[in-house]
């Protein structure tokens, strides 16, 4: 029996108990000498000249629930307690100087942080110097504001002014649209404007004013019922029209320089790795920054050239499984590390597989299909980063090479390929709880070289060859109803192209067009059944594969340099 339960049992029958404290109307038995050891609170209340001999010691301020957890700790060094009570909790360890507790509770909030509480931790972690806490809280309030304002919680109501203003100038401030800055302004005086709008003055400049859409800045910030009954604010509008006019001009304009036009960080990076320049298997990786429409080349000596293979991110790693070259292909796995920059070698597959599909689902990778050299494949196989171990899974119904697969309500379906004789109209899903692929409705179309992604629980099949021509076309899969819709086609058609979902879109990159190896882009609105152009990629390439990286506290590294274009 351990030390700690044997305390804690002499605590519960009363045994040897030397003091007792009284929380309201509840007495807890406990040894002084315990209590001393965690808490200075405690060591000065018992060693106090008048109260050597005291019993009994009344504890205001705080809960008797609060104070149970507490104790329980001090004797078990077991937290119990519920995420919404952490909060409370650390409160009250810091009330009473635990130490232990307090580092506990802060570790657990991080562990917690959610766009609901995120604002009111920061706040709080703040006030009471709780500082890796605070920095965390802050940069996850950073590149989750937008669901933090529109937060049933109502955190953002109950910032001060310093810290909502201290949030809006951050370039890493990660909102789809700049307009969403305006609206938490507006949100927050809005609460209490006679107090609050004399701070309008100084927090719209923090929006970048000239980056919020031209009809939106005209009807609802120009002519915003506190923004126009203010004059200080009207040399802000003015100036806000000013740069929006010379950012629209065909002349060069250092948009950079100007906070009004000055560009936020993305919080996601799309990454687009290998594939074929028309020739061979190229070794280079481009990253893409969604807030300035750009690419920007990452070199490396240590990458492997090869193309028709795939890619995810996981765990903080970029994982580059199988593929080929002109050599032949490869049952390779390779990751780079983004913090890093570094590459290394994981456990290779069992099987050689160019052409492969690969997803990710319960913190594992599967790569699926694919041609070994000889034959389309039917066989698949799991990768655990845990152990770094490739094992065996049942194998699918079609032989699938130049497929595509994507993970949906926990399973992963994989659509479309190659089966050494024909295109493939069939699609499937693989249930990894009974460890059984089903096989699903037909697409519309025969399909391989397609891309696969999932965007609003639905699953999106794109492009492709059917065969004899490549495609534009794209259909869309409800599990619900288990059936295909047709929806917009492409602007290009395109076999063999990175596909991805950033930021609520579905991007397409690269690929063999009509006319042979191409660099065009272009991305997908799931609530418009539209498709809008993207800037093209540095170089031509198909046989690509891409990955979203979100949250790297180095993404300068991975974007065009803001501060170097001034």
Known sequence: ??????????????????????????????????????????????????????????????????????????????????????????????????????????????????????????????????????????????????????????SLLDLTVEKLSDILENDELNIKEEKIAFQAIYLWIRYDPSVRMQHLVNLLPKVRLALVAPEYFLENIKKNEYVSSLPECQPIIARAMKAMHFSNMAEPYNRFSDLFTRPRLPYSTLFAIGGFNGESAMSTMETYDSKLDSWKCISSSEQLAQA???????????????????????????????????????????????????????????????????????????????????????????????????????????????????????AECYDPDHEQWTLIEPMHMRRCGLGVAVLNNRLFAVGGSDGDSRMQSIEAFDPQTNSWRILSPMFNQRSNFGIEVMDGRLYVIGGYSSEGTTSTCEYYDVYKDEWFEVQNMNISRSAISCCVVSGLPNITDYITDRDGLL
Not at 17 to 28: I, N, W
Not at 95 to 111: A, G, N, P, T
Not at 346 to 374: K, N
């Open 1 to 154: 029996m351990s030390l700690f339960r044997v305390l804690n049992e002499m605590r519960l029958d009363g045994s040897l108990c030397d003091a007792v404290l009284r929380v309201g109307e509840v007495d807890f038995n406990v040894h002084k000498t315990i209590l001393s050891g965690y808490s200075q609170y405690f060591r000065a209340l018992f060693t106090r000249w008048d109260s050597l001999d005291q019993r009994v010691y009344n504890i205001p301020d705080v809960s008797p629930e609060m104070m149970e957890i507490i104790i329980h700790y001090m004797y078990t060094q077991h937290i119990q307690v519920t995420v919404d009570e952490i909060e409370t909790l650390l409160a009250t360890a810091i009330y009473l100087v635990v130490d232990d507790l307090i580092s506990s509770c802060c570790e657990l909030l991080q562990e917690h942080l959610s766009p609901d509480n995120c604002l009111r931790v920061w706040q709080f972690a703040d006030a009471h110097s709780c500082c890796e806490l605070r920095d965390q809280a802050y940069m996850y309030a950073v590149h989750h504001f937008e669901d933090a304002v529109f937060s049933p919680s109502g």
């Open 308 to 426: 028709y293979h795939g890619t995810v991110f996981l765990d903080g790693l970029v994982y580059i499984i199988g593929g080929l070259d002109s050599m032949g292909c490869f049952n390779t796995t390779c990751t780079f590390n983004p913090l890093e920059g570094t590459w290394s070698e994981a456990a290779p597959m069992h099987s050689f597989r160019g052409y492969v599909s690969v997803a990710v689902l319960d913190g594992c990778i599967y790569a699926m299909g694919g041609f070994d050299g000889t034959e389309a494949l039917n066989t698949a196989e799991c990768y655990e980063p845990s152990s770094n171990q490739w094992s065996v899974i049942p194998s699918m119904h079609e032989q699938r090479s130049d497929a595509s697969a994507a993970t949906l309500n926990g399973k992963i379906y994989i659509c479309g390929g190659f089966n050494g004789d024909e295109c493939l109209i069939t």
